[in-house]
């Protein structure tokens, strides 16, 4: 994991927020190369999960809405951790991962054993909205953004005229005020989800939440990750939710063990049915041909976008070992993520920087691609140091402008550049006017 955070500063793909102030908890910024491979990550999921079907539509609610949506959701009362302080050395510790020494609870800092009792710490952020900061004014960030495609069900429902099944799809931020943000990205106090909430007829519930499950599935292959890195958790019915008819947790095998990465949810009708009691509004459904009126049931898909980010990062790091251009034995560090999700498709090189038919062709090229995909041109350093630096980004190809594209070894190869594929090393000639359609079917 240590190896795995110094790249990611190295290379621009996370910082620490505020770094220059000495950081603050649980927050994270993302540099030029984790910004794409999130942007990335989060446009794939979006075209899965709406642009490809007809049974989806997606919203873009806000952050800070009504109070009563969290007193409804039963978020005000009860989304909290059970917390101890310990008397010893103050600190403030979270009661349910304490360890134990001879049947005794024992502070996780300094070693001792004089705790408070537990108390239930709220996770949301409080806030005021206007100028007065009283009890009429307070609100809170979301803790989810399930909460907006809930209380915005009816408005959407008659806008878009779909029947059930259909969902509502949303991407956004989450502030969450952990007590122990830990493991880099993995528990932060700000992050973003990517979640749906696939509304259905009471029957259809369980079969849909082994449906969704598997699109969940399907939806890591096809951004690279291994299935042996995934794990199915089926939550033993006594740890659902009291609302829950099931609940799996899709799991990821991170460096620093097995964690969640996703929750697929069957949460029946009981986010309609509080927010219908509480606002007075109906949110039912009117099922025409058999004229019956309804609330719906709910299956809820829900995903982090960035713990999915550091996933897809810990799963794409490798080391190999290689020899050089001189011969000696080096190490390689590569990132192998998956084209369609790689920050940069495509390294463009001339081969050197002081000849300018090289450079030319070289830019041109980037023109080229630059409307289709993310390309970097780099002319600066020997070759392969160049193909190097791209490992480490995890650009899967590289093209090179040489001697035989501007015609200077003959015309056999002349309006030809070499492709070099990140993971194999191979390098492959082609004509100029290939390169485009070449990388966007790997690109997919
Ligand atoms: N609407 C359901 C919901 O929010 P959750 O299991 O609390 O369920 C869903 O969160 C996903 O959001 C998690 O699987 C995880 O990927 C992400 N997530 C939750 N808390 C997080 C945190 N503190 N830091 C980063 N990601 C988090």
Redesign the pocket.
């Known amino acids: 994991m240590e190896k795995i955070v110094s790249l990611c500063k190295r290379r621009g793909f996370i910082f620490q927020s505020s770094e220059i102030y000495g950081g603050l908890n649980?927050c994270w910024d993302y540099g030029p190369l984790g910004t794409e491979l999130k942007r990335n990550l989060k446009d794939f999921w979006w075209r899965r999960m709406v642009r490809e079907r007809d049974d989806v539509v997606g919203m873009d609610g806000s952050i800070l809405m009504n109070r009563q949506v969290w007193v409804a959701s039963g978020h005000e009362a009860t989304f909290s951790d059970p917390m101890v302080d310990c008397r010893v050395c103050k600190a403030r510790l979270r009661a349910d991962q304490l360890p134990e020494k001879n049947g005794r609870k024992q502070c996780s800092v300094c070693g001792g054993f004089d705790l408070t009792e537990p108390r239930a710490f709220n996770l949301m952020f409080k806030t005021y909205v206007g100028a007065t900061e009283d009890e009429s004014a307070i609100t809170y960030l979301r803790?989810?953004?399930?909460?907006a495609i809930f209380v915005q069900f009816r408005n959407v429902l008659e806008v878009s005229r779909k029947k059930l099944p259909f969902g509502i799809a949303q991407i956004g931020k989450?502030f969450?005020n952990?007590i122990n943000?830990r493991n880099f990205?993995?528990?932060?106090?700000?992050?973003?989800?990517m979640?749906l909430e696939y509304f259905c007829r009471p029957e259809q519930g369980a079969e849909l939440l082994e449906y969704w499950l598997q699109e969940r599935l399907k939806f890591y292959a096809d951004i690279g990750i291994a299935s042996e890195l995934l794990h199915v958790h089926k939550i033993p019915p006594e740890e659902c939710a009291h609302y829950s008819k099931g609940t799996y947790?899709?799991e990821f095998a991170f460096p620093f063990g097995v964690q969640?990465?996703?929750?697929v949810?069957y949460r029946t009708d009981y986010d309609l049915r509080q927010h219908q009691n509480a606002s007075g509004k109906s949110l039912d459904y009117f099922d025409e041909e058999t004229k019956q009126r309804f609330i719906p049931h709910v299956v809820?898909p829900?995903?982090?976008?960035?713990?999915?980010t550091l996933a897809l990062i810990c799963a794409a790091y490798a080391e190999e070992q290689v020899t050089d251009d001189k011969g000696n034995a080096d190490t390689r560090t590569v990132l192998r993520f998956h084209p369609r999700v790689a920050p940069v498709k495509c390294g463009v090189f001339p081969l050197l920087k002081n000849n300018a038919k090289l450079v030319g062709t070289a830019r041109e090229i980037v023109q080229q691609l630059r409307p289709h995909m993310m390309v970097f041109y780099d002319e600066s350093g020997a070759i392969g140091r160049r193909y190097r630096r791209q490992d480490e980004a995890g650009t899967p190809f590289g093209v090179t402008v040489d001697f035989d594209t501007i015609g200077e070894n003959g015309p056999a190869n002349e309006g030809t550049v070499t492709i070099r594929e990140r993971d194999s090393m191979k390098q492959l000639r082609i004509a100029i006017g290939e390169v485009k359609s070449f990388l966007s079917e790997k690109i997919g």
Request: proline letters at 6%.
């Open positions: 649980g803790p989810e953004t399930a909460q989450a969450r952990e943000p990205t993995f528990r932060s106090r700000e992050f973003e989800q979640e947790d899709i969640e990465l996703e929750g949810a809820e829900s995903a982090g976008v960035d713990r999915a």
